[in-house]
């Protein structure tokens, strides 16, 4: 059973940098086909995508954290990264990272994915 692990999360001002990790168990980014990324809920809004990354190399990123934000992963490591710099205090939410086996599509809806992690909190104060 595929396991993810998020950590990196905290507490940091506007304008401050953050990196999360998801580590991913019984899951090899080398092979296969797949769409893996992060996604967050804020208290009280709806879970939205933050940027996402396909097997095939393609990102996409929310309107919201372009230019801001960097999806990578390590392959070696099994390891997705998610580089969070300009923090906004509308930045804060609880991240998860999913993945979504056997699709290529890459989207930024939610519904897509069905395979999550347990969250990282972050936290930005102005």
């Known amino acids: 059973q595929v396991q993810l692990v998020e950590s990196g999360g905290g507490s940091v001002q506007a304008g401050g940098s953050l990196r999360l990790s998801c580590a991913a168990s019984?899951?090899?980014?080398?092979?296969?086909?797949?769409?893996m990324g992060w996604f967050r809920r804020a208290l009280g809004k709806e879970r939205e995508g933050v940027a996402v990354?396909?097997?095939?190399?393609?990102?996409t990123y929310a309107d919201s954290v372009k230019g801001r934000f960097t999806i990578s992963r390590d392959n070696a490591k099994n390891v997705l990264y998610l580089q969070m710099n300009g923090l906004k205090p509308e930045d804060t939410a609880m991240y998860y990272c999913?993945?979504?086996?056997?699709?290529?599509?890459?989207?930024?809806?939610?519904?897509?994915?069905?395979?999550w992690g347990q969250g990282t909190q972050v936290t930005v104060s102005s």
């Open positions: 999913a993945i979504n086996p056997g699709s290529r599509l890459g989207t930024l809806w939610s519904g897509d994915y069905n395979i």
């Open positions: 019984r899951f090899r980014f080398s092979y296969g086909i797949y769409s």
């Open positions: 990354t396909a097997s095939d190399g393609r990102t």
